[in-house]
């Protein structure tokens, strides 16, 4: 167990739904990032959140959405799903949100699966 | 437009033999480097960094080699253990800015 929890492992939907992934960070850790992994794909990464706010944007498309509350929880939103929105999708975490720590602990992912 | 990449999408090695894991990056200006692994139905764990002011780092089987002027560095596993059977991610870092992963090398190691 490495400390960061997504929910859920699994999410099967139709296209055009919305779905909501969900991640815990590891005790302590301000930062949040989220990271797509499709087939033949390495991570991209998707968004990244420091202690509520908004810290850096990756390729993410304006059909998704993230936040961070202040419980440190995370939540990405993503909507009007297409068939390439199938991916492994990744949640990290780190203690701060600059160069101070270079190390992520990734949660095991949600597999999103749209047909 | 890919800045990190890993040009093997597999490798096999016999158990006991060294594996080596190269990766090549375009951007001269990241200054860190990672190595991650991943096992089926988890996340990536961290194996090993370098800093860019470094040319080597090593950590009991596990060797990281920097070569900054060919914007190239490998991960040497000696000697590879059927455990070690992964998928490897190299990492590069620039500033502050988030972590940029390749699409990883797939080791098998084969008893």
């Known amino acids: 167990d490495s400390g960061v929890t997504q929910t859920p492992k699994h999410l099967i939907t139709a296209t055009g739904q919305r779905v909501t992934l969900r991640c815990s960070p590891r005790?302590?850790?301000?930062?949040v990032y989220w990271y797509q992994q499709s087939l033949d794909q390495g991570l991209q990464f998707l968004i990244q959140y420091y202690n509520g706010e908004e810290r850096a944007k990756g390729n993410i498309l304006e059909r998704f959405s993230a936040q961070q509350f202040p419980d440190l929880h995370s939540e990405l939103n993503l909507s009007s799903l297409e068939l390439g929105d199938s991916a492994l999708y990744f949640c990290?975490?780190?203690?701060?949100?600059?160069?101070?720590?270079?190390?992520?602990?990734f949660g095991s992912g949600t597999r999103l699966t749209v047909v | 437009d890919q800045q990190v990449k890993q040009n093997s999408p597999s490798l096999s090695v016999q158990e006991g033999r060294i594996s080596i894991l190269n990766c090549d990056y375009t951007?001269?200006?990241?200054?860190?480097f990672l190595w991650y692994k991943k096992y089926p139905a988890e996340g990536p764990t961290f194996l090993i960094s370098i800093s860019s002011i470094k040319d080597k780092n090593e950590d009991g089987r596990f060797t990281v080699f920097l070569n900054k002027s060919a914007k190239h560095l490998s991960l040497h596993i000696v000697p590879s253990q059927p455990g070690d059977s992964a998928v490897y991610f190299c990492?590069?870092?620039?500033?502050?800015?988030?972590?940029?992963f390749g699409k990883g090398t797939r080791l098998s190691v084969i008893a």
């Open positions: 990492a590069a870092i620039l500033l502050n800015t988030p972590l940029v």
């Open positions: 951007n001269s200006m990241f200054d860190y």
């Open positions: 005790s302590g850790d301000l930062s």
């Open positions: 990290a975490s780190s203690v701060g949100g600059s160069r101070q720590n270079y190390g992520y602990t």
